[in-house]
């Protein structure tokens, strides 16, 4: 029995020749000299006349040659894809992780569909924001965010101090240098939250993610393991259109 598999393996190969002898037919049915042909004998008025020898050009190209052949190229096609189109209809498998089923009697067409949807699923798991590792941080269930322990810091002032660098005489002021100085004048109870997740959960998401692409590749195969019958509809297509 045929498998679904080979049916698609076959498959581009059957559509790339098909292609390849479509173009073929039509290249030939558009050159009107390959389709005419002609004879003709020349006969002179009289005996003295000039002898010429008779002429003739061949038709080359039959159409109904050439739609016989379309017929075959394309009924092999048909029945390729049709092969496969029913056997798609009875294509199924379980997805399973684990050994817990995921999905049950999944159809090869959402098969593939997953494998997408997961493939892009997977790179936008991989770019979740995570906490700064520099940080400490601890869920707050009033806000359900994270957040980091409260730190407190001092704030300063800048201000000016007077700094005698020679005292007032009789003939002389005082020399008098400024300068500043930083005085603490409060302080700051910092604390941090944010939205983004720990590394641990992000790097468990992704390991669930390709679990589960395993899991339908895996299905995959299973699936287009299926046997399958052989469908003839080509036949009948071409015997109408070309008959």
């Known amino acids: 029995m045929t498998k679904l598999n080979q049916i698609i393996a076959v498959e581009k190969g059957v559509k790339s020749k098909s292609l390849q002898d479509i173009n073929a037919a039509h290249t030939k049915v558009q050159k009107p000299a390959l389709l005419a042909g002609i004879s003709r004998t020349y006969q002179p008025k009289d005996e003295e006349g000039e002898q010429l020898p ?3 050009t061949r038709v080359q190209v039959q159409a109904e040659d050439v739609l016989r052949e379309v017929s075959a190229t394309l009924t092999r096609l048909f029945d390729v894809t049709a092969t496969k189109d029913w ?3 009875l294509a199924r498998a379980d997805v399973t992780v684990d050994g817990r089923t995921i999905v049950a009697d999944v159809p090869v067409s959402y098969l593939l569909f997953l494998e997408k949807q997961l493939a892009e699923l997977h790179g936008f798991v991989k770019k979740l ?3 700064d590792a ?3 941080w601890a869920l707050d269930p009033s806000t359900d965010r994270w957040k980091t322990d409260a730190v407190r810091t001092i704030r300063t002032k800048k201000l000016p101090r007077n700094h ?3 005292e007032a005489t009789e003939k002389h002021p005082a020399q008098v240098e400024v300068y500043y100085e930083d005085v603490p004048i409060g302080y700051w109870t910092t604390v941090k ?3 983004a997740l720990p590394a641990r959960r992000v790097n468990e998401l992704v390991d669930r993610v390709e679990k589960l692409q ?8 299973e699936a287009n393991g ?3 019958t052989d469908k003839r509809v080509g036949e009948a297509v071409f015997g109408y259109l070309f008959g």
Not at 214 to 221: I, L, N, P
């Open 129 to 131: 924001p995570t906490l």
């Open 214 to 221: 395993q899991a339908v590749k895996f299905a995959r195969e």
């Open 87 to 89: 056997a798609n209809c």
């Open 54 to 56: 008779p002429e003739s």
């Open 226 to 228: 299926t046997e399958v």
């Open 193 to 195: 939250f944010s939205g």
């Open 164 to 166: 005698v660098k020679a």
């Open 134 to 136: 520099a940080e400490s």
